[in-house]
């Protein structure tokens, strides 16, 4: 199924979309079913409103949202377009991130890369994502807990904590690569006949897309932490200056992971020569054996009438002792060597 098919697809699956109504001492939660619900909480300026939409491709649910809170028809086309850079972008009354959110629940063989939308205005947040399934489990419990942070702090601090979850399941994926070139590692040390180099390469071409997704994030944080928006305030830079340190930390560990599995595929064609240089050198000793006793059997294989040893009835045994002295001889002297 080609992309634009899929896109398609998912566009015919209608959107669901969580509301959370929260202030400092208040919680609702809500399944919006029809999308004039939303003004209604909007309403409220006491409260703040988190809306997470599922399966971003419905482009008429996306614009509908879009009228409610005023947005700019080319932020609809970056969060209907799966393919969008993570990137930020400043507007007078929001500001605008494109991630990826990368998880996996089993194996590498298993990583989901999603597209992922976080749009924050003053009393609002709007996260647009591909799939219903996602890491925001945490955020929602701690969304629950009237002490925690969420509550009391603004919608910057939200949008941070969205990105630093984000950021966070990075680790977990990076951990998950790690461990999963430590066992071919192992494999390939220790001669396992299970492992070949399409394995190498099939987990140096999920690091490398991983890679190829994270690292957009490093200048993305890297501007959101300079902005001077005033929806961005002071005490909030700290968290983003933190969570950018992460996006290198984790980059870098990327890019030690890439060495390594460079370094596994040179291993494994080393392994491969030293193998193929032990099977010549095993049929070369044999072959060296062999060269003697082959001479020596051509030589009386010429049924001369004037060979005298051929009316000798001891010349058959003695053949057959000089052949099992010359075979004993040389395997002994290859042994000296250390040939084999």
């Given at each position: 199924m080609s992309?634009?098919?899929?896109?398609?697809?998912?566009?015919?699956?209608?959107?669901?979309?969580?509301l959370y109504c929260f202030g400092e001492n208040h919680f609702e939660k809500h399944?919006?079913?029809?999308l004039q619900e939303i003004s209604s909480f909007l309403n409220q300026a006491q409260f703040k409103v988190w809306i997470n939409v599922s399966r971003s491709s419905d482009v008429d649910t996306v614009s509908q949202i879009a009228d409610i809170f005023n947005i700019h028809p080319l932020i609809i086309e970056d969060i209907v377009n799966a393919d969008q850079r993570p990137k930020i972008e400043e507007f007078d009354e929001y500001i605008f991130l494109v991630a990826k959110m990368i998880y996996s629940k089993n194996s590498i063989k298993d990583i989901t890369i999603e597209h992922l939308g976080i749009l924050f205005g003053s009393n609002f947040i709007i996260s647009f994502q591909?799939?219903?399934?996602?890491?925001?489990?945490?955020?929602?419990?701690?969304?629950?807990?009237?002490?925690?942070?969420?509550?009391?702090?603004?919608?910057?601090?939200?949008?941070?904590?969205?990105?630093?979850?984000?950021?966070?399941?990075?680790?977990v994926i990076l951990e998950l690569i790690s461990d999963e070139i430590e066992k071919i590692e192992d494999r390939i040390i220790g001669y396992k006949n299970n492992?070949?180099?399409?394995?190498?390469?099939?987990?140096?071409?999920?690091?490398?897309?991983?890679?190829?997704?994270?690292?957009?994030?490093?200048?993305?944080?890297?501007?959101w932490k300079k902005s001077d928006h005033p929806l961005t305030k002071g005490k909030t830079q700290a968290y983003i200056n933190d969570v950018y340190e992460h996006s290198i930390e984790i980059l870098e560990g990327l890019e030690l992971q890439r060495e390594a599995i460079s370094t596994l595929a040179e291993i494994y064609m080393t392994q491969l020569s030293i193998k193929q240089n032990e099977v010549m050198k095993?049929?070369?000793?044999?072959?060296?054996?062999?060269?003697?006793?082959?001479?020596?059997?051509?030589?009386?294989?010429?049924?001369?009438?004037?060979?005298?040893?051929?009316?000798?009835p001891y010349s058959y045994p003695l053949l057959w002792a000089i052949f099992i002295?010359?075979?004993?001889?040389?395997?002994?002297?290859?042994?000296?060597?250390?040939?084999?």
């Open positions: 992309r634009t098919d899929r896109i398609s697809s998912k566009a015919k699956t209608p959107a669901q979309i969580e399944l919006i079913k029809d591909e799939t219903p399934l996602d890491i925001f489990d945490s955020i929602r419990a701690r969304l629950e807990n009237p002490k925690g942070k969420m509550r009391k702090l603004g919608t910057d601090y939200f949008a941070y904590t969205l990105f630093d979850t984000v950021v966070d399941e990075y680790y492992i070949n180099l399409s394995h190498v390469y099939h987990h140096r071409k999920a690091l490398r897309n991983v890679r190829k997704n994270a690292w957009p994030v490093r200048e993305l944080l890297s501007n095993t049929l070369t000793v044999i072959a060296t054996i062999f060269i003697p006793l082959t001479f020596i059997a051509g030589v009386y294989g010429m049924n001369f009438h004037s060979m005298p040893e051929l009316d000798w002295f010359i075979t004993i001889s040389m395997i002994l002297y290859f042994k000296r060597k250390k040939w084999f």
